[in-house]
């Protein structure tokens, strides 16, 4: 008995040895707490960081420890702790989308006059997407409280699938615990959420999770997105500028997008920019939506807010370069560009940047009423653009088509070649005459214009053949118009009149001054140069003669003191005269010609000394004052030479002898002429 007793004690004391740490570790309180995180949007959070006020076995880091260097733990600082990127394994020169702070994973510390270093973490990742979790992170700082005792210890973290697995040393069955967010890429919540009791050593959390910023797939109809467009990109949502190189996801071709989003706090708005580059035709430029709850409903689909159209003008009636005013109904202005092939761009509504507040952004979803507007003179017309980027082609009516006219080359005011109207001639024989004396350019009517030549004649002194005009970029041009002018016309002079013959020095003194009627006809072909610079001179060739009276001195009135003429014959003279007309001042010109000719008795009878067959030549100077240009007065003075008049100057027995003795003709005749 001696000997055995001492075995005895050495085996119970190995047994209390290796018994009571096994039995103090379960004595040590120990619970497990779920939580269930439920996005309202989204995907589950890919990190979790619990905060505890406690430190424990798993939280060994302050919370201090997460945030970016500048941001401080003054409570001066409390809206700059801004998480490191370093807390998703992500580098520091990676930016996330910013979108003015909103979209920043923010905490907000939980309890007032408690700093960060007062607070300790423990943060994990989801083991099922940690692969990918840096390039699309979403962290989720959570504070875990006990309702009543003391900080929870925390022991284990485990994150799988957005449940969150945390292991305290608590007893469970006489502690209630509470979660709720302290903010990263969720909200903070303003209140905690208490646990429903799963068993004696676990509890269940719901904690419903609101993301700060979403992403939202967005579509901008009638555009196609390409990478080489992200620099023009312009987004504001609800008034704040989202970078288009963090916020925006990959372009590639499409009309959609995605955007992440931040919250809207009862009313979101979207509004997207992409402003044309030189040459381009866009379709739209400026897209917005609107919704009424946080986050849009699926695919966001924008409206757009400035679309573009084109507007092709009619060929050759409009002036290329320039482009009407347009406005959509509600009398939204458009911004016109006149494009190198010959139509304009439109943007409507124009100008202006709203993101400066400079206009308010109208929705003009097609399809919507333009109506264009153009000056000189002043008209309308209407079309209806049923989607952005169409190519709008109305016009007027085609009875109301007016053209402009320049007349600066125009010589209108040369004497003798004036012009005074243009005359449009229709095909149907109708036509419409414009003044062009007084002005510098006409505005036409061409009902039906196109871009065949348009017929005209010019009214003016002289007479113009029927011209063609071009028409090109809304203007009639005439060209050289004093091109259809004749070159050659004719008339025909009728004048009366009488003059005195001038006997030469050596006719007897006796022989009296004898006063002769004289008519005159004469066909005229008229000859004036085209060119302005010379037109205001003309040549003639005329044709024609006289008829009128010529006389002698028989010897029945020798020996009278003053001797009469024997008789009076008729007379004519046959003229070919060659003329130069110069136009002084309208109406009036002057003309001078120098004829050559014969001339002879019609019938002398017995009279047979009469000079008969004379060549003659005759000078002529005509004052012509225009009435119409068909009609004109005519004063003309002439000169006959080498003409001669018989006298008898003795009587040699039974026959007198008669003696030619030269004379000068003084005429002066007044009629008219008829052009054609």
Request: with cysteine; glycine share 10%.
């Amino acid at each position: 008995m001696r000997v055995i007793q001492p075995v005895w004690v050495v085996i119970a004391a190995l047994l209390v040895a290796l018994l009571v740490p096994t039995l103090a570790r379960a004595a040590k309180p120990y619970g497990v707490v779920t939580v269930d995180l439920r996005p309202e949007i989204g995907e589950v959070p890919t990190h979790l960081c619990v905060v505890s006020q406690g430190q424990g076995p798993r939280t060994r880091q302050r919370l201090s420890e997460l945030f970016l260097p500048h941001a401080g733990t003054e409570l001066a600082q409390r809206d700059e702790l801004i998480l490191d990127p370093a807390t998703w394994g992500s580098g520091s020169d990676e930016r996330p989308c910013e979108a003015g702070g909103a979209c920043l994973p923010r905490v907000e510390l939980p309890i007032a006059n408690v700093l960060a270093d007062d607070l300790w973490v423990a943060c994990t990742s989801d083991s099922l997407v940690a692969d990918r979790s840096t390039r699309d992170p979403r962290v989720l700082v959570m504070m875990l409280e006990h309702l009543e005792g003391s900080p929870p210890l925390l022991e284990s973290l485990k994150l799988t699938g957005g449940v969150a697995t945390i292991g305290v040393q608590a007893d469970l069955s006489r502690i209630v615990v509470t979660a709720r967010s302290l903010g990263g890429h969720y909200d903070a919540h303003t209140r905690a959420f208490r646990a429903e009791e799963a068993s004696d050593h676990s509890e269940l959390v719901a904690l419903p999770l609101a993301p700060r910023c979403h992403g939202v797939e967005i579509e901008l109809p009638g555009v196609r997105l390409r990478e080489s467009d992200r620099d023009r990109l312009e987004l504001r949502a609800h008034g704040v500028d989202l970078d288009v190189h963090t916020c925006v996801g990959p372009l590639q071709g499409s009309a959609r997008m995605h955007v992440e989003l931040p919250r809207a706090e009862g009313f979101g708005r979207l509004e997207v920019e992409l402003p044309p580059t030189a040459g381009e035709t866009p379709t739209a430029t400026r897209f917005a939506a609107s919704w009424g709850t946080a986050w849009p409903e699926g695919e966001l689909r924008l409206d757009p807010h400035q679309l573009a159209f084109i507007w092709a003008p009619p060929a050759c009636v409009w002036a290329i370069g320039t482009c009407p005013a347009a406005t959509l109904e509600g009398g939204l202005s458009c911004e016109a560009t006149p494009l190198a092939d010959g139509t304009c761009q439109y943007l409507c509504p124009a100008g202006g940047d709203a993101s400066e507040g400079d206009e308010e952004w109208v929705d003009v979803s097609p399809p919507v009423a333009v109506t264009f507007q153009k000056t000189d003179p002043d008209q309308r017309w209407n079309e209806l653009l049923q989607r952005p980027g169409q190519v709008l082609s109305s016009y007027v009516d085609s009875e109301h088509i007016y053209l402009g006219a320049a007349l600066d080359g125009w010589s209108r005011s040369v004497p003798g070649s004036r012009i005074s109207h243009v005359e449009l001639l229709e095909n149907d024989g109708s036509s419409r005459k414009y003044a062009v004396a007084d002005v510098d350019e006409l505005r036409i009517l061409a009902a039906g214009a196109s871009c065949d030549p348009l017929r005209y004649r010019l009214v003016g002194d002289r007479r113009y053949q029927e011209g063609a005009a071009e028409i090109r970029d809304g203007q009639v041009e005439f060209g050289q118009v004093h091109k259809t002018a004749r070159l050659l016309t004719f008339n025909v002079t009728i004048a009366q009149g009488g003059g005195i013959a001038l006997m030469s020095a050596a006719a007897p003194d006796d022989l009296g001054r004898q006063v002769y009627f004289t008519a005159i006809g004469q066909l005229a072909a008229n000859f004036r140069p085209r060119d302005p610079r010379y037109a205001r001179v003309a040549y003639e060739l005329r044709l024609g003669g006289t008829l009128g009276q010529w006389g002698y001195y028989g010897p029945g009135s020798l020996g009278e003191p003053k001797r009469q003429l024997a008789a009076k014959l008729a007379w004519a003279r046959l003229l070919f005269e060659p003329a130069v007309i110069v136009d002084v001042v309208p109406p009036l010109s002057l003309s001078l010609g120098v004829g050559i000719g014969g001339s002879w008795p019609i019938n002398n009878g017995d009279v047979i000394n009469t000079g008969r067959f004379n060549w003659i030549i005759s000078p002529s100077l005509d004052a012509r004052v225009a009435l119409r240009r068909w009609v004109s007065l005519v004063v003309q003075g002439r000169v006959m030479l080498r003409e001669q008049t018989s006298v008898a100057v003795d009587i040699a027995g039974s026959e007198p002898v008669f003696a030619q003795f030269s004379n000068v003709s003084l005429i002066g005749l007044y009629g008219a002429q008829f052009s054609f």
